[in-house]
């Protein structure tokens, strides 16, 4: 299981959804590519083992199109707990956490 | 703990001076100290009894009196909590309003070129970035269930991934694409004032 610091590895403000949108840095697309493409298909979806920590301690802001295109986006290979029992989150707040559960229960959108 | 082994440590000194130690005198075998006090005068028996009674009343004053200031120190704190709770969530209501304000602009098309679009966009995003930061800083506070909690993110996530909102060109905005959308955004906006409404006290 690989852990990740996101805040320090990636970057502390989580914004962007793609790089159309605002100044398109450290967008959600960029950090799927680079840290979750590993869940791409669906063999690594048939066991309930952890994929991927992700730690949010130093993350200071998370924007809803950002939580959208990172966990949202793996709703069509499995339920929302499925996802987060895949990508497990630690030390966020209950308000992050609720971006993301929120976004998890809304589907991936592009709009 | 310490405030009650304090009372008792009082308590047991008031009944040594004042109860015990007229008692242990009467019955004393000593003939020298049954001779100094005469059993059979009224007045010495009285007075014991009186100051007996002083002493209790004195001591159940005390006690009521302690009970009365900690009752009173709990009221008090509560009360500060109550206002510190209804400040806060002003300010998350008043934040609401400012962003709504601005909201209403882009809908409205109260933008005069890109430049003002892409400003107001950014005032979108740390508007709503405050309302986050005052209900992480105050979780415990506000003490919000997780449904009221999405209620509020729901209009910054219908806001924030909605193209025409918040990524659309300037030239390619109208308020008639716009129609369908604010009714979606008013009804979300309202369900948010509503749960910060609710909570005030």
């Known amino acids: 299981m690989e852990k990740i610091d996101i805040g320090k590895e990636f970057y502390s403000r989580l914004t962007n959804r793609d790089d159309k949108q605002r100044d398109g840095k450290y967008n959600g697309i960029e950090f799927r590519n680079k840290f979750l493409s590993g869940l791409y298909n669906d063999k690594a979806w048939k066991d309930d083992s952890v994929f991927i920590e992700l730690d949010f301690s130093n993350v200071s802001k998370m924007g809803p199109s950002w939580a959208n295109e990172v966990f949202a986006y793996f709703t069509k290979y499995g339920t929302p707990s499925k996802v987060l029992q895949k990508i497990k989150i630690v030390n966020i707040s209950r308000v992050k956490r609720s971006i ?11 709009t | 703990m310490a405030h009650l082994k304090f009372l008792k440590t009082i308590l047991f000194y008031f009944l040594l001076i004042f109860i015990f130690s007229p008692q242990i005198l009467i019955f004393a075998d000593e003939p020298e100290i049954k001779n100094k006090l005469n059993l059979n005068d009224w007045n010495a028996i009285i007075s014991i009894i009186a100051s007996s009674i002083v002493a209790l009343v004195g001591i159940l004053g005390l006690i009521l009196g302690y009970y009365y200031y900690k009752s009173r120190l709990e009221y008090d704190q509560c009360n500060v909590e109550k206002e510190k709770k209804r400040c806060r969530l002003q300010i998350i209501f008043e934040q609401l309003e400012a962003y709504n304000a601005i909201i209403e602009r882009v809908f409205i098309l109260d933008i005069q070129n890109e430049n003002e679009l892409t400003k107001l966009r950014d005032k979108i995003e740390r508007s709503f970035e405050l309302i986050e930061i005052c209900l992480e800083l105050n979780d415990k506070l506000f003490n919000f269930t997780n449904e009221e909690i999405k209620t509020i993110l729901a209009v910054n996530s219908f806001v924030d991934k909605n193209a ?3 990524r659309e060109n300037f030239d390619s905005l109208s ?3 716009f129609q369908s959308i604010r009714l979606n955004y008013i009804d979300k906006i309202q369900k948010a004032r509503g749960v910060c409404l609710n909570k005030m006290e």
Do not use: D, N, V
């Open chain 2, 164 to 166: 025409l909102i918040m």
């Open chain 2, 175 to 177: 308020r008639q694409a």
């Open chain 1, 100 to 110: 993301i559960e929120q976004e998890l229960e809304a589907g991936y959108s592009k």
